[in-house]
């Protein structure tokens, strides 16, 4: 995860990632062939050393090979509170061995269709003299052969599978697969507890952004937290003169302050990033939605204009923060943040069609931690469209890959997710005090905004560094949800 110098900042840590793993085999078998069930137990450790990563808890039930052991599986499953379990097929075995854990555990399940190597040895293999030993030795290759009996079984039964075929060694196509459904993992796990803050209301008349809030914990999990902005203009009155000296001079060492930023506006956004910290604290937040007037009220609107800097050291610190209570947007730059890419807040503004590409950016905070170089701060006199003035962040987001997201609700009231693959490229963008960027898509500028307006997102986005679709794809299946990708 991104982080930035300056206090830490501790949002609510969910326990580990904890991943189940079993082996499916056939009891009949082991006084039959000799040798054969350590054979196969030995691959099933095989797949359990790829599992053991820092951050993941395994529990590893062995192989399991009779109906009995399948029930005692499926309650020390659901007993240990597995988030994921990879069913590691190592040789024929019959359905009823596997069902009875699958269910009783009921989270999403991978099935690891992994062969011992890439070929048998035919003219070794046909060399044994033995046919109960060459039965054995095929039985040890044996691992596609369940496979479609297992997915009959869960079709029949509703229970959603996902598979991984290949080999067992040596196979990058396998060892990335692998990688990608537990980053997943993680990312889901972690939403499932996160804890995110709404402060304010929403934008007046931004029709897309308004969000059903049972519907994103129905979706992600997590809690959401109402909090009011009195309070956070509370908070800033306790701020003391050498933290906030201390605020400003990280100010200093972070951003490139521009030397028509005024003295006392970087004090009153010190002030305002002491409280904001202090409220992230009290209220154990991993992520952050607001906007407000705050006319007719003059601490808060004190607070309000003066947010941009705070908010924008929380978001590189790993608690994204969106402005105009972008509620869905919020998600999608937690999600972004959580796979370790950014995840900054954005949205389309203009088209250059002589060099092809989609100028984005916004207002407001930015992830300074994947900025092309030092991000600015700026003066500004007004905040288009909001209240009071104050200063503002300058960046655009690292030249090279990039990924957009979008979590998009549907005229059904479903969400889903929305994403498109691009490259950040350098040329000129529009130096106001707000993040700009240039972006360049393999279809052309003009198809990818058709495209993605066609799906019916928000106006808003979250954009990350690297192109992470197929770890999104992933997500997407681990929550159940559509995902779009335009390009």
């Not at 009783?104 to 890439?118: D, M, S, T």
């Not at 997915?151 to 075929?165: D, E, L, M």
């Not at 309000?304 to 929380?314: A, D, M, Q």
Request: proline letters at 5%; one cysteine or more.
């Amino acid at each position: 995860m991104f982080t930035t110098s300056g206090p830490a900042i501790s949002p609510r840590v969910p326990q580990p990632l904890r991943v189940g793993l079993f082996g499916i085999g056939l009891d009949a078998y082991w006084p039959q062939f000799a040798g054969l069930k350590d054979r196969l137990e030995g691959y099933l450790q095989t797949v359990a050393r790829k599992l053991q990563l820092p951050g993941i808890e395994l529990v590893n039930l062995g192989l399991i090979d009779t109906p009995e052991r399948a029930f005692a599986a499926g309650h020390s499953f659901r007993q240990s509170d597995v988030d994921l379990i990879f069913l590691h097929v190592t040789t024929y075995a019959l359905s009823s061995t596997v069902l009875p854990v699958v269910r009783r555990a009921k989270c999403p399940v991978i099935v690891l269709n992994l062969a011992p190597g890439a070929a048998i040895n035919y003219a070794a293999f046909n060399q044994l003299s033995d046919r109960t030993q060459m039965t054995g030795e095929w039985l040890a290759w044996c691992s596609a052969c369940p496979v479609p009996e297992i997915a009959s079984v869960f079709n029949r039964c509703g229970i959603a599978f996902h598979q991984i075929t290949g080999m067992l060694e040596g196979d990058s196509h396998v060892d990335a697969q692998i990688a990608d459904w537990l980053a997943a993992a993680k990312v889901a796990h972690a939403m499932e507890h996160n804890r995110l803050g709404i402060m304010g209301h929403y934008y007046s008349g931004m029709l897309d952004i308004y969000s059903d809030l049972t519907q994103q914990c129905a979706t992600f999990g997590g809690h959401i937290e109402m909090i009011e902005v009195d309070e956070l203009a509370e908070l800033r009155q306790h701020a003391g003169e050498a933290a906030i000296a201390q605020r400003v001079e990280l100010f200093r060492q972070t951003f490139a302050v521009q030397p028509d930023c005024p003295t006392t506006e970087l004090a009153r956004a010190a002030r305002t990033s002491l409280a904001l910290d202090e409220l992230v604290q009290r209220h154990k937040l991993g992520s952050l939605a607001y906007y407000y007037m705050g006319q007719g009220n003059a601490a808060n609107e004190d607070a309000i204009s003066s947010i941009i800097l705070g908010n924008s050291l929380l978001t590189a610190r790993g608690i994204p923060v969106a402005g105009e209570m972008e509620i869905k947007n919020v998600q999608a730059m937690k999600i972004l943040d959580l796979f370790g890419v950014g995840g900054s807040f954005t949205e389309y503004y203009a088209m250059d069609f002589n060099d092809d590409v989609v100028l984005m950016g916004h207002d407001g905070p930015g992830h300074i931690a994947i900025a092309q170089g030092k991000t600015k701060v700026r003066p500004l006199q007004v905040y288009h469209g909001k209240v009071g003035r104050g200063l503002s962040v300058e960046m655009s987001v690292k030249h090279g890959p990039v990924t957009l997201l979008s979590v998009v609700q549907t005229r059904d009231g479903q969400l889903k997710l929305l994403t498109a693959q691009a490259e950040s490229v350098p040329g000129p963008i529009l130096e106001i005090g707000n993040t700009n960027s240039r972006y360049r898509f393999s279809i052309g500028a003009r198809a990818f905004v058709e495209q993605w307006n066609a799906q019916g997102p928000a106006h808003h986005c979250a954009i990350g560094i690297g192109h992470l679709a197929p770890r999104l794809q992933r997500l997407a299946q681990l929550l159940n949800l559509q995902m779009v990708q335009v390009c």
